[in-house]
């Protein structure tokens, strides 16, 4: 069975125009690695509403990248929401990183094996990985997924 891989935005923002080359580059690598064999696509309705929210030549550009990346979307439940809550409620995500807490509550909920972001602030950091691991143990969730850069992620792909 393969394993799934979420994505805030797909690694999103990353294969936006105004993006550096070498993140895109990076970007589409993973999302080639992501053949349903190796692994899976997996994103919420909140990476699609979130991309929406983008001006419209990026949201195209956007849109257009998920769609080839053939994602699993799972909604966002109400347990999903939940589980956002109770990370900003024990502070491990400031309030105005709502979508954060978001984006690692529906990887928890949904069981994906890993996470992807560049976003170093708040989510792939080691003691933040601890943080989000302490607060799903806490609201019954014993598995959290394993939260890493696209790079780590292309690394754990081609190692299978």
Known sequence: MSQGFTSK???????????????????????SLLDGIR???????????????????????LSREIQQARPVVYAVTDAVKALALAY????????????????????????????????????????????????NRLNGYLQTPFICNPVEACDELRGR
Request: with cysteine; aromatic share 4%; net charge positive.
């Open 9 to 31: 935005p797909v690694c999103g923002g990353s294969l936006a125009p105004r993006q550096p080359r070498d993140r895109k580059q990076v970007v589409r690598r993973l999302l």
């Open 39 to 61: 692994g899976a696509c997996v994103i919420s309705d909140a990476v699609v509403g979130e991309v929406a929210l983008a001006a419209p030549e990026t949201a195209a550009v």
């Open 88 to 135: 900003l409620a024990a502070g491990v995500v400031p309030e105005r990183r709502e979508l954060d807490a978001l984006h690692v509550a529906a990887a928890t909920c949904f069981a994906t094996d890993y996470l992807v972001s560049w976003n170093h602030r708040h989510m792939t950091r080691p003691l933040k990985r601890t943080q989000y691991e302490a607060v």
